[in-house]
């Protein structure tokens, strides 16, 4: 049986950048599991543009050496913002390959709470047991899908985390539903491989990033005033970017201004650029679709003013709705200890859940941290505090940790 001090599930920006920090005390066996950039490479279309910009987009290293312009330098590709998506995993890969040459693509498809930390047994029987283990798996298994849509076969209905590739549905007539980044930029890709795209949403408006206040700022007066209503991050509007930039001030709030800091930050919104790409596809405002039904090989949808179209499929751009329960690795057992709210996990310092050892990362830290965590940029905040917590315990527990590390972690 193979033992390993922390168990990390996840190989995309959140898990990898968790491995690098780690590895930095010595004397402590990191163990990291998954395939890399996966989420990215399978679940995402080709010719997707990343909605964050170059500065937000880093994956965090501890050394800061492993930025996008390394890559950039090192691999000779033509790279610029935003940034491509097969350029972003080819990126993904570069710093996997120089941080976690040995990532163990394994599945794990059980976690068990055990006397010493925690039992991960693989897909062929294998067991490991670590004491400490660190979630990193990402979105995939939060797809939200609304109740109107249930029952329908995935060639009438899928979600746009469904497709690598749109060309199958040239000279087709699909119905995007949504108002967001995926759903937006899925109908431009559709509408320019040869599809008949119509959007539906249900808000009254297009949230477009960097509209015409931010751009003022941003042009107009300046790039020290700009500085001081925008942080780096990339992360919500004037003001509140440099707010959402600091979960440990977030943290500090009332849960209702964290609330709302979080849905002012991570309301469903597009990529400017989208714009000129969106102006010949038809966008129904302030329309939800009340039901759907499959007519032979296609669907009619009802909207709720009564009208009805009849479509080859319908795309839903509908995002994700973190639970954690909703994770099949963790046995019923675990799932049930970890203290939630509406699904999110419950976190202390460190990212650690309500049963000590366990680590969750990324999109289900929402809730503790705040929107940071939405986006690749929360790596920088997430495995310092990681480190940090870690390399606490690891140093009560008698390994050795350099004085440097807790330089650089603080």
Known sequence: MTKCDVAILGA???GLSATAHLRKIKGLDVRTFGEPMSFWERHM???????????????????????????????????????PLDRFIDYGLWYQRRVVPDVDRRKIVCIESDSKGFR????????????????????????????????????????????????????????????????LESAALLHEVGAEVEVVTRAHGINWLGGLVSRTIHAGLGPKLSKILYASTDVGPAGISQVVARPDLVRRFPRAVQDWLRKRSIRPAGARWLVARLQN????????????????????????????RTVDHVLLGTGYRVDVTKYSFFSPELARSISRFEGYPRLREGFETSVPGLHILGAPSIWSFGPL?????????????????????????????????????G
């Open 12 to 14: 995309g920006p959140y």
């Open 45 to 83: 279309p080709a010719g997707m543009l990343l909605r964050s910009g170059w500065a937000a987009t880093h994956i965090a290293d501890p050394n800061q050496s492993l930025t996008l312009d390394a890559y950039k330098a090192a691999s000779s590709n033509h790279l610029s913002s935003p940034v």
């Open 120 to 183: 991960l047994i693989l897909e062929k029987g294998e067991t490991i047991l670590a004491r400490r283990v660190v979630v990193a798996a990402g979105i995939s298994s939060f797809v939200w899908r609304p109740p109107e849509f249930a029952g329908l076969a995935s060639s009438l209905v899928s979600h746009t985390s469904e497709h690598r590739q749109l060309n199958k549905f040239v000279g087709k007539r699909v119905l995007v539903v949504g108002s967001g980044q995926s759903a």
């Open 281 to 308: 596809v038809p966008i129904k405002l302030g329309r939800s679709v009340v039901s759907a039904a499959a007519v032979g090989e296609r669907v009619r949808v009802k909207l709720d003013i009564g009208s009805e």
């Open 373 to 409: 965590m939405q986006f690749v940029v929360g790596t920088h905040y997430t495995s310092r505090s990681l480190l940090r917590s870690i390399a606490g315990k690891a140093a009560v527990n008698q390994v050795p940790v350099t004085g440097s590390l807790i330089a650089e972690a």
